[in-house]
């Protein structure tokens, strides 16, 4: 069975996006985390599925309308409303997302990674469906924006920590098996 990653970039309070969605400032965009986020992209995942507001982020930095984020691996975007004519490698999911993917972590292979965002994260999480948390934790505070997981209103779940890396710049990658 497949696991699904949340590989997330977030601040130390626990915030992926500022307020308007945007993750352009506050976030350490150069630095050997991101050589190593890239490997990952390239190497770790056999599937990668995101929430709609997480694909259409996607259009400022020059993705078109319908194409695959990631050409390397199949892209699934879970969205009632988008509406138009998708290339190879981009399945727009609009039925039941619960049964979609479990049923998409059902092969074996290598794990699916949860692009966010954090509502759909938290959809994901409400029904036990993610296995991992794999965070980019940048050494700065927001105060409020979009929480890692948005729309979760309490919660106590365990987390055990597989593994850790610190990078010259303060970013720390820590890898969480979630213990429902």
């Known amino acids: 069975m497949k696991k699904i990653i949340y590989h997330v970039a977030t601040t130390v309070d626990g915030y992926i996006a500022h307020t308007d969605g945007k993750a352009d400032t506050g976030f350490a965009h150069e630095g050997d985390h991101v050589t190593d986020y890239i490997n990952s992209l390239q190497e770790d995942y056999s599937a990668v599925i995101m929430g709609r507001s997480t694909y259409e982020y996607g259009y400022q930095f020059g993705l078109e309308k319908g194409r695959p ?3 390397n691996m199949p892209n699934y975007v879970f969205s009632s409303s988008l509406d138009f004519p998708t290339f190879e490698g981009l399945k727009i999911v609009r039925e039941d997302t619960v049964s979609f993917v479990r ?21 994901l999480f409400e029904h036990q469906l993610i296995d991992e948390l794999l965070l980019k934790v940048n050494p700065v505070l927001f105060g409020n924006g979009i929480r890692l997981f948005e729309t979760v209103k309490e ?25 429902y």
């Open 155 to 179: 919660y106590e779940v365990a987390l055990k920590l597989l593994d850790q890396k610190v990078y010259e710049n303060g970013v720390m990658l820590q890898r969480y098996k979630i213990e």
């Open 103 to 123: 049923e998409l972590k059902m092969d074996e292979g290598k794990p699916i990674y949860l692009c966010g965002g954090g509502r759909f994260a938290a959809h």
């Open 69 to 71: 984020a990631y050409a």
